[in-house]
C-alpha cells in the first residue's frame, strides 16, 4: 500500500473514530485540549509509521494504544498522580500491534460527556458549533472554517479559546443528571439544528445549499439518538433531518439556482431519507404525550414528505402544526413560516395580516424572508407594485448570491407586470 492509500485510509478512520479517541481521552485527563492534542499525537504517529510498516489490522485500537501512552507520558510530567499512571499502564499493551478492543466495552458514557462538554452554554453558540465539528464530527479546522466562508485563523482561535475557557470555568466532563439535563440537551440539540441549517440554506456565500454540512449533522444526530435513545425531542430533531435533508438534491438546479419548495421535482427526493424521518417521528411520538418544537417541524416536515404533489400538501394541518409550536417556542420566525401555511390553506389576503403585525418586530428587521414572504402574498393579491419594492428590499438583505439572483428576478418580474413601473405584461 502506497503514500496516498495510506493516508486516504488514516483519513476514513480519523473521521470514524476521531471522536470516540477523543472522548476515550478527555474521561482520563478531564481536559478536552489535553485529549484532542493527544489524539492529534497519535494521528502522527500514523502518519509516520503506517506507510513503512502498513496499516495495522485494526486501525483504531492502534490510535488508542499510542494515544494512552502519550496520556501516560502527559500524565508523568504534569502530575504526580501515581495510581492513575498505574492504572493507565496497566490497561495499555506493550507489545507492537494491539489488541482488538473488548466487545464488551461501552464508550457511550464518554461519547455523551464529550457531546455535552463541546456544546456546554458556557460558551458562546459560534464556539459551540465550532468546537463540536471539530471534536465530535472529526473536521479539521480547515473545513469548517471552508463550510461557513470564515478566515481559518478565526475558526482556529474559536477552537481554542473555546477549551480555554472549558479548562478555566473547569466545566466537568460528565452527562447532565436530573433538571440540569434538559436544558443542556437542548443545548446539543441547538448546536446540531444550527449545522444542518447552516448546510441547508447557507447564509452567505456563492452556494445555495452546503450538503457536507447536512450530512454531518445528520450523522451527529443518529449517534446522539443511539446515545440518548429515550429522549422525544432527540428522535424529533433526527426526522427533522432526515425529511429535510431528503429534498436538498431537488433543492438546486442544474446550474446551481434555488428550486423553491412548490417547484421541485419530487420524483428527486430521497424515499429512504423520508422513510427513515418518518420513522424517526413515529419513535418520537411514540416516546411523549406533549411533542416538543423539534417533534412539532418534524410533524410539518411529514406533511410535505407524504404529499405526492403540491396540491395534495395539508396546508390546513400544517398552519395548526405552526400555531401549536408557537406556543411551545414562541417566535417571530415560526409566525411567519405559520402566516406561509394560512396563505396556501386559507388565502394571501389572511396571510397578509399576519405578515404585517410582524412588520415592526425588532427580531426580524434584517431578516430578508420577511419582506420576501410579504412580497409573495403581495403577488398574489396583484399589488406589483408593492411587491417590486419588498422583493428589491428582501435582495438587499441577503447575504447569499444564489438567493439574491433569485429575489431580484422576481423583483422584476414584479415590474413587467406593475403599470405604475412601466410594466405592460398582463398578471399572470
Known sequence: MDATEVRRTLDAVWRIESARLIASLASWTH???????????????????????GVPTNPAAWLQTVAKRRAIDELRRRTRLDHKITELARETPTHTEPELPDPHDDLTDEMLRLVFTACHPVLSTNARVALTLRLVGGLTTAEIARAFLLPEPTVAQRITRAKKTLARKRVPFAVPQGPDLAPRLASVLEVVYLIFNEGYTAT?????????????????????????????????????????????????????????????????WDRLLIRRGLTALDRALALTDTPGPYVLQAAIAACHARATTP?????????????????????????????????????????????????????????????????????????????????TRAADLTRNARERALLRQR??????????????????
Open 31 to 53: 481536559d478536552l485540549g489535553t485529549a484532542e492534542e493527544l489524539a492529534q499525537d497519535a494521528l502522527v504517529a500514523a502518519l509516520e509509521q503506517w506507510p513503512s510498516t
Open 204 to 268: 452567505a456565500g456563492e452556494e445555495w445549499t452546503r450538503p457536507d454540512l447536512c450530512v454531518e449533522a445528520l450523522r451527529l444526530g443518529r449517534m446522539i439518538a443511539e446515545l440518548a435513545p429515550t429522549e422525544p425531542e432527540v428522535h424529533g430533531l433526527v426526522a427533522l433531518l432526515e425529511l429535510q435533508a431528503s429534498r436538498l438534491h431537488a433543492r438546486t438546479g442544474p446550474t446551481g439556482d434555488p428550486v423553491l419548495l412548490l417547484d421541485q421535482d419530487r420524483s428527486r
Open 311 to 391: 396540491e395534495d400538501t395539508d396546508w390546513a394541518h400544517i398552519a395548526d402544526l405552526y400555531a401549536a409550536l408557537a406556543r411551545v417556542n414562541p417566535s417571530p420566525v415560526v409566525e411567519l413560516n405559520r402566516a406561509v401555511a394560512v396563505s396556501m390553506a386559507h388565502g394571501p389576503a389572511a396571510a397578509l395580516d399576519l405578515v404585517d403585525h410582524l412588520a415592526d418586530d425588532p427580531a426580524l428587521a434584517r431578516y430578508h424572508l420577511l419582506p420576501a414572504v410579504r412580497g409573495d402574498l403581495l403577488t398574489k393579491l396583484g399589488r406589483h407594485t408593492e411587491a417590486h419594492h419588498e422583493f
Open 411 to 428: 423583483a422584476r418580474d414584479a415590474a413587467a407586470r406593475s403599470p405604475d413601473l412601466g410594466g405592460t405584461e398582463p398578471p399572470r
